[in-house]
Every structure is written in C-alpha cells, then in structure tokens.
C-alpha cells in the first residue's frame, strides 16, 4: 500500500497570501519552503500550514491539489480553512 499524501495549504506570516502544494510529509515541505526553496514561496516568509487533509494516494492528492487551484480564487481557499467548502 502507498505512503498517504497529504493537500497542504500555508499562510504567509508576512504577507496575505496562501500556498497550495501536495507532500507525503507536510511538516518537512514547511521546513524546506522556509528555509531553501528559491520560488514563489521564498519571497513571502515565514509560512505557517493552515490546512492538511491526507490523501491515500499521491494521485488522489494531486486531484484535490488541481482542484483547489482551478478554483483561482481566495474566497474559496479561505471557505475551504472555514469549514464553509468541502473537498
């Protein structure tokens, strides 16, 4: 059986913004965005997770991962953290 993934969601402590990314190890993707990753989320620490759901698969992880960022829309993400939305 494959290691579970998990839809990851961080908030930026600096700035208002969210990211969006899938890991089988959401803990260690915080530690790595925050301190080596030279991208989008470099420009924005510290970040914090604010939603994980785990996923049995990587697949069924990448669905929701394009599923949430299909959705390009703030208000939905935040629903999402609410409660308000579901996957």
Do not use: C
Not at 40 to 63: C, D, G, L, M
């Amino acid at each position: 059986m494959p290691d579970p993934y998990y839809l990851y969601i961080l908030k930026s402590e600096t700035a208002d913004r969210y990211y969006v990314g899938i890991s089988s190890n959401p803990q260690r993707r915080l530690e790595y965005h925050n301190s080596f990753e030279k991208g989008f989320t470099s420009r924005y620490r510290p970040w914090r997770i604010v939603f994980a759901k785990e996923y049995p698969s990587k697949t069924e992880a990448h669905a929701a991962e394009t599923m949430v960022k299909d959705w390009k829309s703030r208000k939905m993400i935040e629903q999402l953290l609410t409660g308000e939305q579901l996957l």
